[in-house]
């Protein structure tokens, strides 16, 4: 399936967070399939004119994107694989060497998940820690797990009887929609001169290589695309100032986050810096992301010419996208295998997504791994515990293998 771009209406675009600028240059449409969905959704990937900052238009209403973020179980660690381990770590001490919190601090984390960063502070020995997530599965298992006191909310929704001395938001500011108000409820749940820390992608490092997943940053999720720039603007914007901002690579997700330490002062600052660096990344990261999909079409193109019986592993955001660029939709799918209990049941294609201890009904199938963060693991279980005799095709550097 391959879906073009049809002509953008006034109604339908998203006005610029930073500057309220309408005035837009077009850079991408991606279109994603969903379990569950007949026909694709899409956003529009822009450039404001006047600002620089990119973000995506034609995008579902923040309480639709909540209600996504409550239902997916798919990013649910009770134990950490190692490398996104060293990721919070990381993020954990960057904010303890530049930020001055004494032990009775009260922190906030915003979209904590399962608890793992806020798990450093404890360790450390920080006392007053409180984490705010919308999943309530998440929620839950941090609570279990760690005994954190995290509350099932949304921003919209969250209260606090007292200000914090830090928030934080690790890999959250580029799912909100409604950037302003949310930031203002924010800085109105800090104390004055409080820490703010965010951890988000570095949007002018996607550019530089071959991403190992083809448009793996245009997730439905990822709206915002922050390069050091834009993330300044807009946080002056309501009233924090700069401490320290760094991009630091992770071999993780094989991507580059911006680290950024702010202080809520009393004034806003409506200075704008232009931003000249995000949308010639994105529009290279665009070219980089079709040079990646030429070697998966090809392997799209063989399985539907060859018809053969055919497994996908995986029907989240990769499979979304691989359905809607390449021809993957029409090869000869027999089972969509994926381990999400929240996707179990559901339909991909009119095709019954299974858990994994299915698979043995489709015996000498060719499988499809849909993943490249998980792609070894998979593998290992096809073969350890499936013996599976059939094709295994994977996905390495962007290339199918």
Not at 311 to 339: E, H, K, P
């Amino acid at each position: 399936m391959n879906y073009h771009l049809t002509k953008l209406t006034i109604e339908n675009m998203r006005i610029c967070e930073i500057c309220s600028g309408g005035d837009l240059d077009f850079i991408h449409r991606q279109h994603f399939l969903f379990p569950g969905q007949v026909a694709p959704a899409h956003y529009d990937v822009m450039a404001c004119k006047g600002c620089g900052f990119v973000y995506a238009s034609d995008i579902p209403d923040q309480s639709a994107l909540n209600q996504f973020y409550q239902a997916v179980e798919h990013h649910l660690h009770a134990e950490l694989p190692p490398g996104l381990a060293r990721i919070h770590a990381d993020f954990f001490q960057f904010v303890h060497h530049h930020a001055s919190l004494s032990s009775d601090a009260r922190i906030l984390d915003i979209g904590s998940g399962m608890g793992h960063f806020l798990h450093h502070f404890q360790k450390a020995g920080f006392k007053d820690l409180q984490g705010m997530e919308p999943s309530l599965a998440a929620a839950e298992l941090a609570r279990k797990t760690y005994g954190l006191n995290i509350h099932s909310a949304s921003m919209d929704t969250f209260t606090a009887s007292k200000r914090f001395d830090l928030i934080s938001l690790c890999g959250v500011l580029e799912h909100i929609a409604d950037l302003r108000r949310s930031m203002e409820r924010i800085s109105a749940l800090l104390r004055d001169d409080g820490y703010l820390f965010i951890a988000v992608p570095d949007a002018s490092s996607f550019g530089r290589a071959v991403p190992a997943e083809p448009f793996l940053e245009f997730a439905l999720e990822h709206i915002n695309f922050f390069s050091a720039t834009s993330l300044d603007n807009l946080l002056r914007a309501c009233g924090f100032e700069k401490v320290i901002v760094a991009s630091q690579h992770n071999d993780f997700y094989d991507n580059s986050y911006l680290l950024a330490l702010y202080r809520r002062v009393a004034e806003p600052s409506s200075a704008i810096v232009s931003d000249s660096e995000a949308a010639p990344s994105l529009r290279a990261y665009v070219d980089l992301s079709r040079q990646g999909l030429q070697s998966v079409e090809a392997v799209a193109a063989q399985l539907m010419k060859s018809q053969e019986p055919l497994l996908l592993w995986g029907a989240g955001a990769l499979t979304s996208r691989l359905l809607c660029d390449t021809s993957l939709g029409q090869a000869n799918i027999r089972g969509v295998i994926d381990r999400n209990k929240g996707l179990q049941g559901k339909t991909l294609l009119n095709t019954l997504i299974t858990p994994p201890d299915s698979i043995g009904h489709h015996q000498g199938a060719t499988v499809f791994i849909a993943s490249t963060t998980y792609a070894a693991e998979i593998r290992e279980t096809l073969l350890r515990q499936h013996a599976w005799t059939g094709r295994i095709i994977t996905l390495a550097s962007g290339a199918a293998s």
